[in-house]
């Protein structure tokens, strides 16, 4: 298919880079290299790339929106210069003049720049595929001359897919438009479409001339007129700041696998210099490339020409340029007739002057359309395909190039890492206005210096810098206290024991070394067996068997250490000795060194009796838990939940033997009661 205001630039790379003040560069091969383009900062005048290695300071580069999917912005470009490349990130050194789309088909290509510069033997660059390529620039401060040939032949965006099925017709998705680009459609800014039914030929692509329109189809079924369309030709004016890139040709119809692709269009070509000196061998082929021809099924259309962008002064000599369309794929068939491709438009030269056109010899054909041959009868004919039309010249071309600033935006400290207590000073550049946040005092009268407040832990300090564009750029940096300066943290867990049943208090205590400057706040997470104790505030559960108590601590400035309290009740669970350990510690600062000691608790008041813990009293009623059900020889069973609240069982008496049963919504830790002979044991029991 042809295009559809999406449009491909493809980057270059300079053979020998010169500078102004060097000996005359040489150009030929692959010199031109180019890469993807994924983020633009109009602010900050940076571009992300996807290939860094490219581009080193004072390198010259061109901007170009090759293709998008947006409306009006395909083809859009403009000169730029590298300050420098951090990363993936190339700063330049002018404003953007227009708005791109780095989401898709913006690419950055490596302007070949010299003071004087010659092309020789042939100049290539490698075709546009998908994230860049297609494009060669050239820019020479004084003379360039061309002693080869400049040849993006075929380079530009791809033609057409062939259809991918076995049937006498075209599949839906190959055909109906629902999708905005069909894989059968050419690639470019005037949509060449591919065959629609029954092995028709594909549409030619356009750029200046529109495309010829695809053969009809297979005369098997009739030779209906179901070719595909060729692509519109686009308003191409005077004066305009479009650079588009040659569109591809449609895919012809398959259902025999032996149909061909559409031509690739024809790249681009810019020359800039104040005077451009053509020799007997020089040249510059930017036609659209041919399709390839078919065996019964349908042929693709061909490319279309590219666009030539000549800034110059002066031209010296003929130089013969062709931007010609490529030509339709021809079809064979044996007793059948069937769809050719038609032939892609002409491209288009565009000059600085109108004088200029006198010393250009231009090829600007419309590519030929295909023929299709029924060999059985010896007929052969275009079937319904038509040929491309001529391309064109226009004049007033121009690429833009924005504002020139060398300094760059930027933020920055004295000094990130400073002793506690201490502060430093905050540079930023780039603007014209400077608005800080937080708590800092200007240093200087246009505001762009300020000096922190002292710092004791680390500190984001942000600027929003308004540029001469009228851009706001917010920046940050971190500055954070000298790592020695921090204290040193010890937390730990005190020893305890009790008796089942008993309450018992559980000490987190915090120590500092030295004695800390400010206040530190955090909380640190204890885990414990949920069968040896129980928490009387909430905990978290965090699996059958533990849980987790937070507790909060705060030690106060100066103050040195500090503790936490909280209160747990002592179960005969299954284990006398169990480790009060600390998870994890969330702190409000950031601190030297951090020591985490462990504790243990230990039951109290119990005996082994055949290898099994019982309490020391031996009035203490017996009891089993099976399941739901709690079997018990006391004279009273009550259960509560942790929050006190008693839950409601059903018991039955069988002799001395008590049967309680649990209802199923109550699961979990709980607090269970015994009253034998007018005492109460109180015991922490888990219900599955």
Same mark, same amino acid.
């Given at each position: 298919m042809a295009h559809s205001r999406i449009i491909i630039a493809i980057g270059v790379s300079i053979l020998l880079q010169a500078t102004l003040c060097s000996a005359q560069a040489v150009w030929s091969g692959y010199s031109s290299r180019s890469t993807a383009v994924i983020d633009v900062d109009s602010c900050r005048r940076t571009?992300?790339?996807? /290939? +860094?290695?490219?581009?080193?300071?004072?390198?010259?580069?061109?901007?170009?929106?090759?293709?998008?999917?947006?409306?009006?912005?395909?083809?859009?470009?403009?000169?730029?210069?590298?300050?420098? $490349?951090?990363?993936?990130?190339? %700063?330049?050194?002018?404003?953007?003049?227009?708005?791109?789309d780095a989401s898709f088909g913006l690419q950055a290509i490596q302007v070949l720049f010299a003071r004087s510069g010659i092309v020789v033997d042939t100049l290539r660059t490698i075709p546009w595929n998908g994230l860049h390529g297609g494009i060669i620039a050239i820019e020479c401060a004084d003379s360039l001359f061309v002693n080869g040939v400049v040849d993006v032949y075929g380079t530009g965006c791809r !033609?057409?897919?062939?259809?991918?099925?076995?049937?006498?017709?075209?599949?839906?998705?190959?055909?109906?438009?629902?999708?905005?680009?069909?894989?059968?459609?050419?690639?470019?800014?005037?949509?060449?479409?591919? !065959?629609?039914?029954?092995?028709?030929?594909?549409?030619?692509?356009?750029?200046?001339?529109?495309?010829?329109?695809?053969?009809?189809?297979?005369?098997? %079924?009739?030779?209906?007129?179901?070719?595909?369309?060729?692509?519109?030709?686009?308003?191409?004016?005077?004066?305009?700041? %479009?650079?588009?890139?040659?569109?591809?040709?449609?895919?012809?119809?398959?259902?025999?696998?032996?149909?061909?692709?559409?031509?690739?269009?024809?790249?681009?070509?810019?020359?800039?210099?104040?005077?451009?000196?053509?020799?007997?061998?020089?040249?510059?082929?930017?036609?659209?490339?041919?399709?390839? /021809?078919?065996?019964?099924?349908?042929?693709?259309?061909?490319?279309?020409?590219?666009?030539?962008?000549?800034?110059?002064?002066?031209?010296?000599g003929l130089l013969p340029i062709d931007i010609s369309g490529g030509n339709g794929g021809s079809v064979r068939g044996v007793i059948y007739h069937y769809g050719p491709g038609g032939g892609g438009g002409g491209g288009v030269v565009a000059s600085k002057t109108q004088r200029l056109f006198q010393q250009m010899s231009i090829t600007q054909r419309?590519?030929?359309?295909?023929?299709?041959?029924?060999?059985?009868?010896? /007929?052969?004919?275009?079937?319904?395909?038509?040929?491309?039309? +001529?391309?064109?010249?226009?004049?007033?071309?121009?690429? +833009?190039?924005?504002?020139?600033?060398?300094?760059?935006?930027?933020?920055?400290?004295?000094?990130?890492?400073? /002793?506690?207590?201490?502060?430093?000073?905050?540079?930023?550049? !780039?603007?014209?206005? %400077?608005?800080?946040?937080?708590?800092?005092?200007?240093?200087?009268?246009?505001?762009?210096? $300020?000096?922190?407040?002292?710092?004791?832990?680390?500190?984001?300090?942000?600027?929003?810098?308004?540029?001469?564009?009228?851009?706001?750029?917010?920046?940050?940096?971190?500055?954070?206290?000298?790592?020695?300066?921090?204290?040193?943290?010890?937390?730990?867990?005190?020893?305890?024991?009790?008796? +089942? !049943?008993?309450?018992?208090?559980?000490?987190?205590?915090?120590?500092?070394?030295?004695?800390?400057?400010?206040?530190?706040?955090?909380?640190?997470?204890?885990?414990?067996?949920?069968?040896?104790?129980?928490?009387?505030?909430?905990?978290?559960?965090?699996?059958?068997?533990?849980?987790?108590?937070?507790?909060?601590?705060?030690?106060?400035?100066?103050?040195?250490?500090s503790y936490r309290r909280a209160t747990a009740i002592a179960a005969l669970g299954d284990s006398l000795k169990i480790v009060l350990r600390i998870d994890s510690v969330r702190l409000d600062t950031t601190v030297r060194d951090l020591r985490l000691i462990n504790g243990t608790f230990t039951l109290d008041g119990i005996c082994i009796e055949n290898g099994k813990p019982r309490l020391l009293a031996r009035n203490t009623p017996m009891f089993t838990i099976q399941g739901r059900t709690i079997t018990t020889e006391a004279d009273e069973l009550l259960l509560f939940d942790l929050a006190g609240k008693r839950v409601t069982i059903e018991s039955v008496r069988t002799g001395s033997i008590l049967s309680a049963l649990v209802p199923d919504v109550a699961t979990g830790a709980f607090f269970m009661t015994l009253i034998k002979d007018g005492l109460r044991h109180t015991i922490g029991v888990v219900i599955e």
């Open positions: 571009i992300t790339i996807l /290939d +860094p290695t490219l581009f080193r300071s004072g390198d010259h580069l061109l901007l170009h929106q090759t293709v998008s999917i947006k409306t009006g912005i395909a083809g859009l470009c403009e000169w730029s210069i590298v300050d420098t $490349v951090i990363g993936h990130v190339v %700063y330049l050194t002018t404003s953007r003049v227009h708005s791109y !033609g057409g897919r062939p259809s991918l099925n076995t049937l006498d017709t075209a599949e839906t998705f190959d055909t109906i438009s629902a999708r905005t680009r069909l894989l059968t459609d050419g690639e470019g800014e005037g949509w060449a479409k591919g !065959g629609l039914a029954r092995n028709a030929g594909g549409g030619g692509g356009s750029l200046f001339g529109s495309g010829g329109r695809g053969g009809f189809q297979t005369s098997a %079924y009739g030779n209906l007129d179901r070719g595909g369309a060729g692509g519109n030709a686009l308003t191409l004016v005077n004066n305009q700041p %479009y650079v588009l890139i040659g569109s591809g040709g449609g895919s012809g119809h398959q259902n025999d696998f032996n149909g061909s692709s559409g031509g690739r269009g024809g790249g681009i070509i810019i020359m800039k210099a104040p005077v451009i000196v053509s020799n007997s061998n020089a040249g510059a082929n930017l036609s659209g490339e041919h399709a390839r /021809d078919a065996r019964e099924d349908g042929a693709g259309g061909g490319g279309s020409g590219g666009t030539l962008v000549l800034l110059a002064d002066t031209v010296k419309g590519g030929s359309c295909g023929n299709s041959m029924k060999a059985e009868e010896a /007929d052969t004919n275009n079937y319904g395909a038509t040929n491309g039309m +001529p391309g064109g010249t226009t004049f007033g071309a121009r690429i +833009p190039i924005g504002q020139i600033r060398r300094d760059r935006i930027s933020l920055r400290a004295n000094d990130t890492i400073v /002793d506690e207590g201490a502060s430093t000073i905050l540079a930023a550049k !780039g603007g014209v206005s %400077y608005r800080w946040r937080g708590d800092v005092v200007a240093t200087s009268a246009k505001g762009d210096s $300020v000096a922190t407040n002292a710092l004791y832990v680390p500190t984001w300090f942000v600027v929003e810098i308004t540029t001469v564009d009228g851009c706001v750029v917010i920046d940050s940096v971190l500055v954070q206290p000298r790592v020695s300066a921090l204290p040193k943290l010890t937390i730990s867990v005190d020893d305890a024991k009790a008796a +089942p !049943g008993d309450t018992v208090d559980l000490y987190v205590r915090i120590k500092s070394e030295p004695s800390n400057v400010r206040t530190i706040t955090g909380t640190v997470f204890l885990s414990m067996r949920s069968t040896t104790l129980i928490p009387v505030r909430s905990a978290l559960r965090t699996n059958d068997s533990t849980i987790q108590m937070s507790f909060p601590i705060r030690l106060d400035s100066r103050s040195g250490s």
